[in-house]
């Protein structure tokens, strides 16, 4: 049994390389260009499982590779890829994921869980009339590209084969379905790990879990699928060998990079897949002239844009969404959470953490500090263990720094509140809500208080 049929299958930058592949010229009785075989297609996404090898009262397709669940990564490269029409099968916890994503995919619910032929049978009583072709995806390999994706169509429709299934050469194919091939390379059927003999165990290639059907024929042939006795579950791979005693066509494509086989169905597995992700965006940020430090230390969403000449310390997390502007200095150990922006030359220092926050160019943060849904300045020096209280415990408030404005050590500012251009505040302060600091003073204490010299104000 391949680890795709191990488990009852049913019903938000760049991730691994999107090649600009164009469709080869094809025959006139097909769609005759990419965009329109793609609106030909609908896509099911297997996504009932409850995955019981992550041991998770989580759906197994809502665990998050870097800030995106799985089943989010899988419909995004089915959309980049031109697919329009989305279905997914769910069944284990089928409300939560619905809520989720309901003004995205459509959904179907595989009453019991048995199999993903089975899933597949009721898929296909929801498709839209106009498509012809099915795209069937399993809900646990987030790695398939949207090149990947359009190949197998091209594919599908180039060679009108009743059924493209996706394959890929491994180091070690434990725990997969192999390829059987006869003596002229044709596909002959797929051979699930518990039942090969012999020489078979030696078969390196293996069965991705994507299939390209005809959707005629899918639908007249799925129920033909038989309960495999042992486990009580319909294998959608057992279609492969139905189509083919009928004559029909079936043809393989290989995987764009070998990291797209990869399924998650273990906590060791998806730990194992977030690194290629946040390795994969490392390199890409390098190679647009991002020094990373220590790319196995840095947690960079694929969301996030860092501009060239910044250096990313050891041990920074760059959460979904954050912009970088040029030559900037992060880390060691900083974390930018989503909704962060930063300008050029900013420096964020160690044990810094920034939320919702906008720091302007030139400006430093660069000690045990917290700025939560802050605008700050250009030119501002934070000091360190300086934070924004942004939280009165029914709402978030937002923190205004104007330009050139000096905090000092121990710096408290609870938001909502205003420190005006040029503006002093002295190490240990606390400037209490809506208590506005002017253009170009100089406050201190607790609570913050106007320091006045030589009997007039600080200008």
């Known amino acids: 049994m391949s680890r795709f049929e191990s488990l009852p299958a049913s019903h938000n930058k760049k991730q691994f390389a999107d090649a600009n592949d164009e469709l080869d010229p094809v025959r ?63 069944g284990y916890k089928a409300e939560r994921i619905e809520n989720l994503f309901r003004e995205q995919l459509r959904f179907v619910r595989q009453p019991e869980l048995l199999g993903s032929g089975d899933a597949l049978a009721h898929a296909v009583d929801f498709m839209n009339s106009r498509e012809n072709s099915v795209l069937v995806t399993c809900g646990d390999t987030p790695l398939i590209s949207p090149a990947t994706f359009r190949k197998i169509v091209k594919t599908h429709f180039r060679d009108n084969a009743s059924c493209v299934l996706l394959t890929a050469r491994v180091d070690d194919p434990s725990s997969y379905g192999r390829i059987l091939r006869d003596k002229n390379g044709n596909i002959a059927r797929i051979i699930e790990e518990k039942d090969l003999i012999g020489a078979e165990k030696k078969i390196n290639e293996i069965n991705v879990g994507t299939y390209c059907f005809h959707k005629s024929e899918i639908v007249k042939y799925i129920r033909e699928i038989e309960m495999n006795e042992k486990k009580k579950e319909f294998y959608l791979t057992d279609i492969v060998d139905i189509l083919r005693k009928k004559g029909k066509k079936v043809i393989s494509v290989s995987c764009g990079k070998k990291e797209e086989h990869i399924g998650v169905n273990s906590r060791k597995e998806l730990a194992e897949v977030n690194a290629l992700v946040y390795r994969e965006k490392a390199e890409e940020l390098m190679s647009s002239g991002v020094t990373i430090v220590d790319p196995d230390t ?15 310390f050891p041990n920074t997390v760059i959460e979904s969404g954050v912009r970088v502007g040029k030559g900037c200095r992060i880390g060691p150990f900083a974390r930018l959470r989503e909704g962060t922006v930063l300008r050029d030359n900013v420096e964020i220092g160690n044990f810094v953490e920034i939320c919702r926050s906008e720091i302007g ?37 937002r923190t205004i720094i104007g330009d ?28 209490t809500r809506n208590k506005n600091v002017g253009k170009g003073k100089v406050v201190a204490g607790v609570p913050a208080k106007e320091i006045i010299k030589k009997g007039r104000r600080h200008e």
């Open 28 to 90: 006139s009785t097909e769609p005759n260009n990419r965009e329109e075989k793609m609106k030909n297609v609908t896509a099911v996404i297997l996504a009932a499982g409850m995955g019981s090898r992550m041991r998770s009262d989580v759906p197994k397709v809502l665990h998050r590779i870097a800030s995106r669940t799985m089943l989010e990564r899988i419909m995004s490269n089915l959309k980049r890829s031109g697919v329009e029409d989305i279905l997914a099968v769910v």
């Open 298 to 312: 840095a947690y960079i969403d694929d969301s996030a844009s860092i501009g060239r000449d910044t250096i990313i």
């Open 361 to 397: 160019k030139s400006s430093r943060v660069k000690h045990h500090t917290y700025l939560g849904d802050a605008v700050v300045g250009k030119d501002v020096n934070v000091g360190a263990g300086t934070i924004t209280a942004n939280y009165d415990g029914k709402e978030k408030n």
């Open 404 to 431: 050139g404005v000096f905090l000092g050590v121990g710096s408290i500012l609870i938001a909502p509140i205003k420190v005006g251009s040029g503006a002093v505040i002295g190490a240990g302060s606390v400037v």
